[in-house]
């Protein structure tokens, strides 16, 4: 039996999945892998500061317009558009059998594509809160001209910052217990582009007690030898080819 089927014959056995999805999920649509060969993480952008200690919270309060800098240019992606990947995980929560997303994500492609019940470990780039009153802005407010280099909130004057989880900083409580709640009752567990290495994301698929446990990534991971099914495409072509053999319901 192909790999293919053989996920559709899980999902058709499944009455309460749950996706769990890394960088892998976004690539399909033109977002970079940030922590492949050729990511943003491997580089030197800067002649003094590595990648990882430009997305970190000291940086943000310490260099100020340089952390804005580097979210503009490298963390922003304008005009990207859900691929079949985020259209099939839609498909089958309309058919009742996925019931979360939960993703390491922060470009809201999963709630662009239709997606209802999405945990975001890592918050996302689209909302940027005000850091003194709390107000919303998106991200089109901040890629004003006149918002630069710092973007400041209409009501108080405070800076708006990006609405992801920087480094030192702790992942949001509620969603985790969410997440966590999403994975324990699924019946299956679908585990798709991340590598899992990142924590204290990665830890939350030991919660998972169900019976199909599903590994589709362009590499190895940790889980493979756990994994009733590993699926070494791409992601979005994969789950997407298996939905299409689904019989109408």
């Known amino acids: 039996m192909s790999s293919i089927k053989k996920l559709r014959d899980i999902l058709q056995d499944s009455k309460?999945?749950?996706?769990?999805?890394?960088?892998?999920?976004?690539?399909?649509?033109?977002?970079?892998?940030?922590?492949?060969?050729?990511?943003?993480?491997?580089?030197?952008?800067?002649?003094?500061?590595?990648?990882?200690?430009?997305?970190?919270h000291s940086f943000l309060v310490n260099h100020t317009e340089a952390f804005f800098e580097f979210y503009r240019e490298h963390r922003i992606f304008r005009d990207i558009q859900p691929n079949a990947g985020h259209?099939?995980?839609?498909?089958?929560?309309?058919?009742?059998?996925?019931?979360?997303?939960?993703t390491q994500n922060i470009d809201g492609l999963h709630q662009l594509a239709g997606s209802k019940n999405v945990y975001e470990l890592h918050g996302s780039i689209l909302r940027w809160p005000c850091v003194q009153c709390g107000k919303i802005y998106s991200v089109d407010y901040v890629l004003q001209e006149e918002n630069k280099p710092i973007p400041h909130c209409k009501n108080c004057g405070g800076i708006v910052r990006p609405g992801v989880v920087l480094y030192e900083e702790s992942l949001d409580a509620d969603v985790v217990e969410?997440?966590?709640?999403?994975?324990?009752?699924?019946?299956?567990?679908?585990?798709?582009?991340?590598?899992?290495?990142?924590?204290?994301a990665a830890g939350l698929i030991d919660y998972f007690r169900g019976r199909h446990l599903v590994l589709i990534?362009?590499?190895?991971?940790?889980?493979?030898?756990?994994a009733e099914l590993v699926i070494?495409?791409?992601i979005?072509?994969?789950?997407?080819?298996?939905?299409?053999?689904f019989a109408e319901p």
């Not at 769990?20 to 002649?47: C, V, W």
């Open 16 to 56: 309460s999945a749950v996706f769990f999805g890394g960088a892998g999920m976004s690539t399909e649509s033109g977002i970079p892998d940030f922590r492949s060969a050729n990511g943003i993480y491997s580089q030197r952008l800067h002649k003094e500061f590595r990648p990882e200690e430009m997305a970190s």
């Open 87 to 102: 259209k099939a995980l839609v498909e089958l929560e309309r058919r009742g059998i996925l019931k979360a997303v939960v």
């Open 178 to 200: 969410n997440a966590v709640r999403a994975i324990s009752e699924a019946d299956t567990l679908i585990v798709g582009g991340t590598s899992l290495v990142v924590y204290p």
């Open 217 to 226: 990534n362009k590499t190895e991971t940790k889980a493979d030898a756990r």
């Open 232 to 234: 070494r495409e791409p």
């Open 236 to 245: 979005g072509k994969t789950l997407e080819a298996a939905v299409r053999t």
